[in-house]
T-cell receptor
């Protein structure tokens, strides 16, 4: 089955800890994205990558970091600098005409 | 830069009644337009998209939308809703000029189907 997988589904973190969210796709897409979703806010773009070893900041990149060492993988690290990290995080990959989304990771900071 | 406005945060509708979810956008360039549906604690699923051609676009689950360039709108419609249509619906836009910029989303409309 082709698609996007995100792990874990639920993640709990203590304040001051970094945490990494996994995103893998087997759709052979060059472009990948990370969005953050908060209630009543829609989705906001954190980072995106058009090709391996290259990525750009989105609208709310502060406190986050990414890497793109392989075409299939685009992990997101939520650092301790992110002041309000509790949210639902969605990964996506795209063709020129459509974005495909993973099932999401719900991060809760305790 | 683009922006998207979904005018209603919640829309309650009785089962088997018609529904329209409104979406307006602003952009200085030509755009692609999308509607996505999200069920609780899940990712987004594409309902339909407008890239070019006919302004009336048909999607999955009986939904359709009409692109109106003069009114910068892309309203979503369904003639008869079912209880399973209860979900969050997002309108999104991106520039059509190439590149891999992310989508700009509206804040979502929660469709509530009442029996």
């Amino acid at each position: 089955d082709g698609g996007i997988t995100q792990s874990p589904k639920y993640l709990f973190r203590k304040e001051g800890q970094n945490v990494t969210l996994s995103c893998e796709q087997n759709l052979n897409h060059d472009a990948m994205y990370w969005y953050r979703q908060d209630p009543g806010q829609g989705l906001r773009l954190i980072y995106y990558s058009q090709i391996v070893n290259d990525f750009q900041k989105g609208d709310i990149a502060e406190g986050y970091s990414v890497s793109r060492e392989k075409k299939e993988s685009f992990p997101l690290t939520v650092t301790s600098a992110q002041k309000n990290p509790t949210a639902f995080y969605l990964c996506a990959s795209s063709t020129p005409g459509e974005q495909f989304f993973g099932p999401g990771t719900r991060l809760t900071v305790l | 830069a683009q922006s998207v406005t979904q005018l209603d945060s919640q829309v309650p509708v009785f089962e088997e009644a018609p529904v329209e979810l409104r979406c307006n956008y602003s952009s200085s360039v030509s755009v692609y337009l999308f509607w996505y549906v999200q069920y609780p604690n899940q990712g987004l699923q594409l309902l339909l998209k407008y890239l070019s051609g006919s302004t009336l676009v048909k999607g999955i689950n009986g939904f359709e939308a009409e692109f109106n360039k003069s009114q910068t709108s892309f309203h979503l419609r369904k003639p008869s809703v079912h209880i399973s249509d209860t979900a969050e619906y997002f309108c999104a836009v991106r520039g059509s000029g190439g590149g891999a910029d992310g989508l700009t989303f509206g804040k979502g409309t929660h469709l509530i189907i009442q029996p």
